[in-house]
C-alpha cells in the first residue's frame, strides 16, 4: 500500500437527528432528544401531540433515505464508490451501531457528512459529542479514524437548491401582488447564540450563519428585501430564544399590509417533522385566518445541485486532503477550535 493509499477515507457516515419511526418510539425519542436539557413538560407534552397527530412517525428517516439512496448513486456516476452508512443522534439507527457496522466491514477512515449546515451548539457540537460517545461505545474504535466534514451552510450548491425551492414556491402562489420571501431556521436560546463559534469570533455564529445564507439566496434571486425569523422555539419561557417567532411575524406582515409569503426553510436540509408541523400545519393556518397567500419552500433535499455539493465535499476530503481547519470539521469528536460552541450556563429560575 502505498502512503497515499493509507491517507484514504473508504466510508461515508451519514450524522443525522433522527425522529420515531412509530408511537411507542415518540417519548423515549424525545427523552433522548432532552435529556439535560431543561426542557418543560409541558412543552414536551406539546411535542408529543405533533408527533401523534402524524401517527408517531417522523418523515425525517425515510427522506433521509432517500438522500442517502441519491448520494450513493451521484457517488457511484463519479467513480467515488464510497459506501454510506447511516447513524443518527437522537434515534434507530444509532451512530454507534454503524460505527460497529462499517468497521466489521474493514474500514478504518470514515468522513462523516452531517445534516446541519451550521455551527453552534446545537448544530455542529452536539454532532461532535455524539461521534465522540459513539466510538467510546465501539469495541476496537481506538484503530478508527472519523472525520466530520465543515459546515456548509455557504456553499452554491445548497445556495442554488434553495433558491431553485423559492422559485418553485413563487410559481406556486402564480400571478399577483408581489410575495414576501420568508427565511426560516429552527431557534436557540440568545445564550447558545451568543457562544456559537469560536470564542476569538465573537460569537453568534449561529445566527449570522443563517443570515448569510438567506442573504446569499434572496441574491441569487435577485431579491431586495427579505426576512429571517426562527420557528419550533422549545424551553422553558423565561429563558429569551431567537425572535421573531414565524407566526407572529406573519401576524406583522398581516398589520403591515403584505398579502402574500413565500416561506423558505433555510434551516433544514428535509421536510422533517418541524417543517410539516410548525410551517405546514401552524405557519400556513396563521396565514390562511389573516387572508394571506402563502406557499413554503421545499428543503434541499435530494435537490441534486445539494447531492453534487455533498459529493463534491466528499470528493474534497476523500483522499486525506481538504481544510481540516474549516468550522464544523473536526476527528474523533475533537472541536472545531478550543471552546467552541460551548453549552451556555442554563438559567435557573
Ligand atoms: C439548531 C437546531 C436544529 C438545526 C440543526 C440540525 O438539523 O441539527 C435542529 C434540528 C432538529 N430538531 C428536531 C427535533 C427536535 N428539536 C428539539 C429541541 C431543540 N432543537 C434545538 C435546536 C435545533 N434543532 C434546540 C436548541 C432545542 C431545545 C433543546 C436543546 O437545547 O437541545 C426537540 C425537543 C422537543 C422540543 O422542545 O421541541 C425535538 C423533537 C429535528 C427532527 C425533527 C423530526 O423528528 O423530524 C431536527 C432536524
Ligand atoms: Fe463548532
Redesign the pocket.
Known amino acids: 500500500m502505498t502512503a497515499a493509499a493509507s491517507e484514504q477515507f473508504t466510508a461515508v457516515l451519514f450524522h ?5 419511526d412509530g408511537p411507542e418510539d415518540v417519548r423515549p ?2 427523552e433522548n ?2 435529556r439535560g ?1 431543561g ?1 418543560p413538560p409541558e ?2 407534552e406539546e ?1 408529543v401531540e405533533h ?1 401523534l397527530h402524524f401517527g408517531g412517525i ?3 428517516n425515510r427522506l433521509n433515505l432517500d438522500m442517502i439512496a441519491a448520494l450513493q448513486a451521484e457517488l457511484r456516476s463519479r467513480g467515488t464508490d464510497l459506501p454510506i452508512y447511516f447513524g443518527n443522534r437522537n434515534w434507530t439507527p444509532f451512530v454507534a451501531d454503524a460505527l460497529t457496522a462499517l468497521r466489521s466491514d474493514g474500514h478504518r477512515r470514515v468522513l462523516v457528512f ?3 449546515a ?1 455551527g ?4 455542529c457540537r ?2 461532535h459529542e455524539d461521534l465522540a460517545g459513539a466510538l467510546a461505545q465501539v469495541d476496537g474504535s481506538s484503530d478508527l479514524l472519523v472525520r466530520k466534514l465543515p459546515q456548509f451552510w455557504d456553499r452554491p450548491g445548497f445556495v442554488a437548491a434553495a433558491a431553485a425551492a423559492v422559485r418553485r414556491a413563487l410559481a406556486e402562489l402564480g400571478e399577483g401582488a408581489p410575495a414576501r420571501l420568508v427565511f426560516t ?5 440568545l445564550g ?1 447564540d451568543r457562544t456559537a463559534g469560536p470564542p476569538e469570533d465573537g460569537g453568534h455564529l ?1 445566527s449570522r450563519q443563517v443570515a448569510g445564507a438567506a442573504q446569499r439566496v434572496a441574491d441569487e434571486l435577485g431579491v431586495e428585501n427579505h426576512d429571517l425569523v426562527w420557528q ?1 422555539r ?2 422553558p419561557p423565561q429563558v429569551p430564544w431567537l425572535e421573531p417567532d414565524i407566526c407572529d411575524h406573519l401576524d406583522a406582515l398581516a398589520e403591515e399590509g403584505v398579502g402574500r409569503v413565500v416561506v423558505c426553510p433555510i ?3 428535509s421536510d ?3 417543517v410539516v408541523w410548525d410551517l405546514d400545519t401552524e405557519a400556513r393556518q396563521r396565514a390562511e385566518e389573516l387572508g394571506m397567500g402563502y406557499a413554503r419552500a421545499d428543503t434541499v433535499g435530494t435537490d441534486p445541485a445539494f447531492l453534487a455539493m455533498i459529493a463534491d465535499l466528499i470528493e474534497d476530503y476523500a483522499d486525506g486532503g481538504g481544510d481540516t481547519s474549516a468550522l464544523g470539521c473536526g476527528d474523533n469528536g475533537a472541536l472545531c477550535r478550543p471552546g467552541c460552541c460551548q453549552l451556555p450556563p442554563r438559567p435557573t429560575r
Not at 443525522?16 to 420515531?20: A, D, E, H, L, Q
Open positions: 443525522s437527528f433522527g425522529g420515531p425519542f424525545l432528544v432532552t436539557r426542557v412543552r414536551l411535542v408527533y417522523s418523515p425525517i452531517p445534516t446541519s451550521w453552534g451548539y446545537s448544530g452536539q454532532y431556521a429552527h431557534s436557540i436560546p447558545a449561529y419550533s422549545s424551553g434551516g433544514f436540509v422533517h417533522l418541524e
